[in-house]
């Protein structure tokens, strides 16, 4: 039996949602554990395109889908997300859809918070997507969170609202000259979306232990990549929970014996939404030609994602980090126009070669990418579905990230569409 851990090795939008919902064929419980509706994954299943925030994306596969104590949840977001999968005949009811009672609750005064803090960084923002992720994980870590638990207890969360709510609007109106929120208001509405999402809160670290034990499979899904992750990502332009495949246990609530592999989505290219370094970001024609021909706008802002060259020292610090078993290397159809494509196997900093990532923001800011260059296959590979029908070019791009990242390579990404893949070695299959 096989439990796999997905996970981004760039900065977000490497394909997490397509490969998860192409393996959750294989898997009994499609389970999320970090991040919250800062996430866009992106399914097209029969030409019909699904965007889920917090909805782990094995849903669209009739499979046991958990939000684990790891995220913050926006309810009105996930009632819209469950209504909107409901009217599109998807099955999202409480016998597939299960949220942790420990995961914490965004309110209002986060997105109000997160707005507000953005705005008066001006031009020195992080570039949030605003859903107020980053002041939901302060108040988890300050211990005046609310989590589902205590939101199912009408009283209890009144007293917990009430009492918070004095210094969240001193702050929003005194400090950050924004609107304050009306604790009233608060209360009835989170009210209502307590009783919908009653049904649905269960103690989800019992659920996928038993599963286990009875020898069912997991997938855990991981949301943004490996370099917006909290602890290791370019800080402070990061997300504000930890994106590596370790979280998947303190944030499903299993351990680590339990995880058997996992797989880094890796973008044939670069990509970033928001602020932050990207040594390869391309600022010409080609950036431009990636940019339209890969559809880079965020699943979740709409917001120009920034392109550039495949950046091999990220990826071998996902491998690294991860401790990734194999890769999946999505929209490489993307870079089938291109004359030659060029992958940073190290960056030059005051003329020493680095091979691995720096942690300093300023000497990340002065390294260049060392480029190797090779020659692109200029056909459209989208109708392919075996490796060895790949144009050679194709072939050698990949075998060339195999081995700068000392990783295989298990699946390859040639469209959109769930069926636009190429299985190398699905560890899931039975
Ligand atoms: P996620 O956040 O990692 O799940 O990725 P997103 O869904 O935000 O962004 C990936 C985008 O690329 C989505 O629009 C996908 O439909 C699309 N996509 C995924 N794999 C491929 C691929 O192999 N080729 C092409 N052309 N598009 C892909
Ligand atoms: P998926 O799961 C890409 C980025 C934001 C911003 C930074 C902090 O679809 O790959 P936050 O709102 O989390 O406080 O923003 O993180 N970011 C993402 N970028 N894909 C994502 O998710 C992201 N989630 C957050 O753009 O730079
Ligand atoms: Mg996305």
């Given at each position: 039996m096989s439990n796999l851990v997905i996970v981004g090795t760039?900065?977000?939008?490497?394909g997490k949602g397509k490969i998860v919902d192409l393996l959750a064929e294989y898997a009994d419980i499609v389970a999320r554990f970090q991040g919250g509706n800062n996430a866009g994954h992106t399914m097209v299943v029969d030409g019909q395109q699904f965007i889920s925030?917090?909805?782990?994306?094995?849903i669209l596969q009739g499979k046991t889908c958990v939000i684990g104590n790891g995220l913050v949840v926006d309810p009105e977001v996930l009632l819209g997300e469950i209504d909107y999968l409901v009217g599109k005949?998807?099955?999202?009811?409480p016998e597939n859809l299960k949220i942790s009672e420990k995961a914490h609750v965004i309110m209002p005064y986060h997105k109000a918070v997160d707005h507000g803090r953005e705005r008066m960084k001006g031009?020195?923002?992080?570039?949030?997507?605003?859903?107020?992720i980053g002041p939901c994980y302060e108040d988890k870590a300050t211990r005046r969170g609310i989590r589902f638990v205590e939101m199912l207890d009408a009283d209890l969360f009144e007293e917990r609202v009430r009492a918070i709510m004095d210094e969240k609007n001193f702050y929003l109106k005194e400090y950050l000259k924004a609107d304050t929120v009306d604790p009233d208001a608060v209360i009835y509405e989170y009210r209502g979306y307590a009783e919908r999402l009653r049904p649905y809160i269960e103690n989800v670290s019992v659920i996928i232990d038993e599963a286990i034990k009875s020898g069912r499979q997991v997938l855990f899904e991981g949301a943004q990549g490996t370099h917006l992750?909290?602890?290791?990502?370019t800080y402070p332009f990061?997300?504000?929970?930890?994106?590596?495949?370790?979280?998947a246990c303190s944030g499903a609530g299993?351990?680590?014996?339990?995880?058997s592999g996992v797989t880094g989505i890796v973008k044939a290219y670069t990509t970033r939404v928001g602020a932050g370094p990207f040594p390869t970001e391309l600022f010409d024609a080609i950036g431009d030609a990636i940019q339209a021909k890969g559809a880079?706008?965020?699943?979740?802002?709409?917001r120009r994602r920034r392109c550039g060259w495949l950046d091999t020292v990220i990826v071998r610090n996902a491998v690294r980090l991860n401790g990734l078993t194999g890769m999946a290397i999505t929209?490489?159809?993307?870079?089938?126009?291109?004359d030659e494509i060029k992958i940073c196997n190290a960056y030059e900093y005051k003329g020493q070669t680095l091979s691995e990532f720096p942690t300093n923001l300023k000497v990340l800011a002065e390294c260049q990418p060392i480029y190797e260059t090779l020659p692109g296959w200029?056909?459209?590979?989208?109708?392919?579905?075996t490796y060895d029908e790949l144009p050679e070019e194709a072939r050698s791009y990949l075998k060339r990230i195999e081995e700068l990242t000392?990783?295989?390579?298990d699946i390859i990404s040639?469209?959109?569409?769930?069926?636009e893949t190429i299985v190398l070695n699905n560890i899931l299959a039975r």
């Open positions: 760039q900065w977000g939008d490497e925030h917090l909805v782990p994306s094995g005949g998807v099955d999202a009811g031009d020195k923002k992080i570039g949030t997507t605003g859903r107020g992750d909290i602890d290791h990502g990061v997300t504000s929970s930890n994106t590596v495949a370790a979280n299993i351990g680590p014996r339990h995880i880079e706008f965020g699943a979740t802002t709409g929209k490489l159809d993307v870079l089938g126009e291109l200029k056909t459209d590979i989208s109708g392919i579905r000392a990783t295989p390579v040639v469209g959109p569409g769930r069926e």
